[in-house]
């Protein structure tokens, strides 16, 4: 028999039902990246969409912070295994972007491309309607660098590796291409309660 000093108390039942599959609550922050932090200067910042190397539209950070702006609220999930919940988050949405380029998505997929050169991919249908924005503010501030500010994506239903830091664009693309940790055996899709984390999950 074990006691509890072994197996630890569960968490209460609303916490389960909010935690996906192998993920633990913190209230931390942790920060991840693959590198050192890029330096980037507002005055120099710019954000675009491209279909492929052409470009469609691109935004100074005085016009981009001029877009219609919204807000989102919730949990988010690592593919580390920690989970935050109820974070606050403030940016342009995907289909402003759309909106304010006149356009609509001309393919079916993309890549993020951060300004450190990471990449990752995520499906139209997960940015659109209202479920994925280019992020400025956390918790009412401007997000930190450490954390991906001044913008990042943020993806909030899927793991947190596919809401690039420091995002300056996003590339339209024929078919479904792996990003960065994609291609070094990362779940192409990744969807925390499917624990989609690597090739085969």
């Not at 028999?1 to 039942?13: A, Y």
């Not at 990752?120 to 501030?141: E, F, S």
């Not at 450490?146 to 995002?167: E, M």
């Amino acid at each position: 028999m074990s006691t509890r000093g072994f197996t630890g108390r569960k968490p209460p039942e609303a916490t389960r039902e909010r935690l996906p599959p192998g993920q633990y609550l913190t209230d931390d922050f942790p920060v991840l990246q693959i590198g050192p932090n890029p330096r980037i200067d507002l005055a120099t910042w710019s954000f675009t969409l491209r279909e492929g190397s052409r470009p469609l539209k691109s935004w100074t950070w005085d016009e981009f912070n001029a877009l219609p702006r919204t807000r989102w609220g919730g949990d988010i999930h690592c593919v580390t295994k920690w989970s935050k919940f109820d974070t606050a988050w403030e940016g342009v949405s995907f289909d402003a972007l759309l909106a304010a380029a006149g356009i609509e998505a001309p393919t079916e997929f993309l890549l993020a491309e951060g300004y450190d050169d990471y990449t990752t991919n995520v499906p139209v249908t997960d940015l659109v309607g209202g479920k994925g924005m280019v992020a400025t503010h956390y918790d009412g501030k401007p997000i930190p660098t450490d954390h991906g500010g001044p913008a990042r994506l943020l993806v909030p239903h899927l793991y947190f590796w596919k809401s690039a830091k420091w995002v300056k664009g996003l590339r339209f693309t024929k078919r479904d291409e792996g990003g960065f940790w994609e291609m070094r055996g990362y779940h192409m899709y990744g969807d925390p309660w499917r624990e989609q984390r690597f090739t085969g999950d």
